[in-house]
Nanobody
């Protein structure tokens, strides 16, 4: 079993930046990692993912504004969020899939004010 702990959420004005970090309890070297978000009344959606080899994929709504990165030696995955918009307000979750199971962090709240 792997534990994922997110940090870095908070309140920011539109146009501002935040950096989220996800710390895993086990090595992430061979595994894909991702960030998802869930806004009130909406389904959880993929924001960005990074493969074990470093290939990245982004939701269209965040392309050009968000950057996902990983540091295997530290078991961490970060999400740099720039030019934040009100519609980015959500709880952000770190995710990985391994050994046939989905693992999620507890989530971190990001609130973007106008």
């Amino acid at each position: 079993q792997v534990q994922l702990v997110e940090s870095g959420g908070g309140l920011v004005q539109a146009g501002g930046s935040l950096r989220l970090s996800c710390a895993a309890s086990h090595s992430i070297f061979s595994f894909n990692m991702g960030w998802y978000r869930q806004a009130p009344g909406k389904q959880r959606e993929l924001v960005a993912e990074i493969a074990s080899g470093g290939t990245t994929n982004y939701a269209d709504s965040v392309k050009g504004r968000f950057t996902i990165s990983r540091e295997n030696a530290k078991y961490t995955v970060d999400l740099q969020m720039n030019n934040l918009k009100r519609e980015d307000t959500a709880v952000y979750y770190c995710h990985t899939h391994r050994w046939g199971h989905d693992y999620w962090g507890q989530g971190t709240q990001v609130t973007v004010s106008s």
